[in-house]
């Protein structure tokens, strides 16, 4: 195995695809995502200061899971803003928003490092699960500051470290070994790369965020069985099929079933309980 060298725009055009393609499949398995992140959110959102008539910027919103929630906590007199580069994800979006009789929320499609809104018209912004993607968080954080007023506040979602989140780590590690595939180069966006001690907490620092301070929260992933989760996978983690993508279908059908076997280590007589720390960082714009 050798490094692979980085290509920015190659991987954010990929990480676009890859939505484009699991957005639909993402969007059904709401209600387990939300279950799932429902509290870690609610903290995000604690944390961003989101209250009644707050004007709310959420970065990589997805299908808008904690849109929806923040869209309710501003309330009428409040707006939230989805943004996300992928735009069969943020249609996913804005229709569940209708669907919801949110008439406070709109969608642009919208490259999280090039944030094209208003200066300092958010009192609030919010990433889930979105700022570990980003080739160069600065630049996005530095984004997200200048569309905040003085006072306003930032707070995003993050995975803690591998050891921490095995249901996804393990997976993970099981492709690179079958795919043999080398590690990522120093830097690189990926899930884990916000997860240590004080990295994220820096990170905002670095884009001129002040008061940043960083919670850690449980949030275990919790379905029925193994296999239950493994489906949720296979049809919602994009990044994992990109990962196999020098496999042929026996090498791909041959990972899954290792995964399977390693991750029947979570399941119980409660179900399968996928262990997952978040950490939620924030900081305000001076």
């Keep these: 195995m050798t490094t692979p060298t980085f290509d920015a725009q190659a991987y954010k055009a ?31 959102l604690d944390l ?7 004007r709310v910027l959420d970065v990589a919103a997805g299908s808008g899971g904690q849109t929806l929630v923040a869209a309710r906590r501003v309330g009428p007199d409040g707006r939230v803003l989805a943004t996300d580069i992928a735009p069969a994800i943020l249609a996913l979006a804005e229709h569940n928003a209708r669907a919801a009789g949110l008439t406070n929320v709109a969608v642009r499609v919208m490259d999280g490092e090039q944030l094209e809104v208003e200066p300092g018209c958010y009192d609030a912004a919010i990433s889930r699960v979105g ?8 630049a996005a954080l530095q984004g997200i500051r200048r569309a905040l007023r003085s006072g306003g506040r930032h707070a995003a979602l993050v995975y803690s470290t591998p050891a921490a989140n095995t249901f996804f ?17 120093p830097g690189a966006p990926g899930p884990f790369c916000l997860g240590d001690p004080g990295v994220a907490e820096q990170a905002l620092a670095d884009a001129g965020f002040v008061d940043v301070s960083a919670v850690r929260l449980d949030a275990p992933v919790c379905l029925p069985s193994t296999a239950d989760f493994v489906r949720f996978a296979q049809e919602s983690f994009g990044a994992l099929h990109q990962m ?43």
């Design 244 to 286: 196999m993508a020098g496999l042929d279908q026996a090498g791909r059908d041959a990972t899954w079933a290792e995964i399977a076997d390693r991750l029947k280590a979570f399941e119980g007589p409660d179900g399968w309980v996928g262990p997952c720390e978040m950490i939620v960082v924030a900081g305000t714009a001076p």
């Design 14 to 44: 990929t990480t676009r695809d890859q939505w484009q393609s699991a957005a639909t499949a993402w969007d059904n398995w709401g209600p387990t995502i939300e279950k799932w992140l429902g509290p870690a959110t609610d903290t995000m």
């Design 169 to 185: 780590s393990i997976p993970i590690s099981v492709i690179r070994e079958r795919a043999n595939l080398a590690p990522p180069p």
């Design 131 to 138: 700022l570990i993607y980003f080739p160069d968080r600065i």
């Design 48 to 54: 961003a200061g989101v209250s009644t008539g707050c």
